[in-house]
């Protein structure tokens, strides 16, 4: 029983340093995850135990949408992260040790092992995503961190071979052996991770010139609509004076309201909000709202957009948020089809450090509560039919997103937050 309790102790270390970088998806595989470090670190040789440990890291945040190198870097440093807090934390276990019971100081131990690497762990992701930024010295620091774990394995899992030249000699075999294991494991990930980088740039620009193709389409349509609308114009007016010379003033106030005014009224709302979205700065962003409200149908519904200038949308969340945007417009313009019309009002808000995203549409008044509608295979179309709020929450379920779904007055707004967003 004491034996399962401190191998029990022993393994809580490492469960916040993973926490700190999962989803939810992923609990299934943090649970195998962390039984595996329990089982390697207690029931097997210590070095093995360590490298065992380390795979398991490193095979975890990979799954959790880490790079290669940054899940190597990371699974270093939770080795050198426990040789910072064993001299830290050895003066204060010596003074316990003379004063409270053996069961005490180990979930001392754990405990503080436990704080202390999901802190420094945080930190250390802060710091790496915020000033590391070039290639080399990502390896610069891999190399660090590799050395680090190699100078842990030596201090920590060999002291037992000791038997005087033979020892030291098999303890520097073993040392040697790991660091040219690792450093060839180290330039496979490095060139695994700039194959990576290339195939995803190529994808990126790929899909960015669809963007921009899409997107000029859309302006072209755009601009053909208001050309259509001017010939047509000429062609009212003519009708106009022929109105004008029977004399009827009834017929010609309707026939100025039907066909004057209120086409006039349509291209003046067609002109601001293509005045608004040019305010847009992201390419993708603009195509997507172009291609969705470009099937608008303009006499039955009323759109209005309304969007602040220079806001930075950062290309490390920028394909969740148009799957998630398009999401929630698909769903509007749906509702909007099965009503009939009604309005359709978009707003591009940066609120401090925030960034607002605000879709708001008419909708039937006899909707289901939101957590039915945001229940799992949920949809207003039929089970397991369409795109409910479950999916959408699921794409916009990490930082730095935020999602708020309400129904108010006979309208369903969503609102997409963007926490530290900056204006240019």
């Known amino acids: 029983m004491n ?11 490492v469960l916040p ?38 795979l398991l890291i490193f095979i975890f945040l990979l799954f959790s949408d880490r790079d290669l ?66 290639e080399i010295v990502k390896i610069m620091i891999a190399m660090s961190a590799l050395f680090g774990f190699l100078y842990s394995i030596w201090l920590n899992d060999l002291p037992g071979i000791n038997a005087a030249e033979s020892g030291n000699l098999l303890r520097g075999t073993i040392i040697a052996a790991l660091c040219a294991v690792f450093l060839f494991l180290l330039v496979v990930l490095f060139f695994a991770q700039r194959t990576i980088s290339d195939r995803t740039k190529v994808a990126h620009e790929k899909a960015e ?7 000029y389409q859309e302006l072209a349509k755009n601009a053909q609509q208001i050309r259509n609308f001017k010939h047509d114009f000429q062609n009212l007016c003519l009708g106009m ?39 847009l700065t992201s390419v993708p962003l603009k195509s997507l709202l172009y291609a969705k409200l470009g099937t608008i149908d ?45 309005e359709l009002n978009i ?24 957590y039915e509608l945001q229940s799992v295979g949920y949809s207003t179309k039929g089970a397991n039919r369409g795109l409910g709020l479950a999916s959408l929450e699921n794409c916009l379920s990490e930082f730095p997103f935020l999602l708020r779904t309400q129904i108010l007055s006979g309208q369903f707004i969503q609102v997409i937050i963007i926490e530290g967003s900056e204006t240019k």
């Not at 034996?3 to 270390?13: E, N, V, W």
């Not at 910072?84 to 010596?94: D, E, H, K």
């Not at 004008?244 to 009224?265: C, H, W």
């Not at 707003?347 to 939101?370: A, M, Y």
Request: charged letters at 15%.
């Open 3 to 13: 034996h399962l309790f401190l191998a029990f102790c022993s393994t809580i270390p």
């Open 17 to 54: 340093f993973l926490i700190n970088s999962r989803k939810k998806k992923h609990s299934f595989l943090l649970l195998s995850i962390v039984i595996g470090i329990f089982i390697f670190q207690n029931y097997t040789f210590t070095v093995v135990g360590t490298l065992a440990t380390f």
């Open 69 to 134: 190198i940054p899940a190597f870097i990371y699974s270093s440093i939770f080795f050198l992260n426990n040789l910072v807090l064993q001299v830290a934390i050895a003066p204060i276990i010596s003074i316990l040790s003379m004063k409270a019971e053996w069961w005490m100081i180990v979930l001392f131990q754990a405990g503080f092992y436990a704080f202390f690497q999901f802190f420094l762990s945080k930190l250390e992701v802060w710091l790496y995503e915020k000033y590391v930024h070039t």
């Open 209 to 215: 010139l669809k963007n921009r193709q899409r997107y």
């Open 241 to 279: 004076e022929l109105v004008i010379q029977k004399g009827q003033i009834d017929e010609i106030s309707k026939y100025f309201e039907e066909y004057i005014k209120k086409p006039s009224r349509q291209l003046s709302t067609l002109a601001n909000n293509l005045s608004a979205l040019e305010k």
């Open 298 to 342: 303009s006499k039955s519904v009323h759109l209005a957009i309304e969007i602040d200038e220079n806001i930075v949308f950062s290309e490390s969340y920028l394909s969740n948020l148009i799957r998630g945007l398009g999401i929630i417009l698909d769903n509007a313009l749906e509702e909007l089809a099965f009503l009939g019309g009604g």
């Open 347 to 370: 707003g591009v808000k940066q609120n401090g450090i925030d960034t607002q995203l605000v879709v708001e549409n008419s909708c039937r008044k006899n909707l289901p509560p939101l």
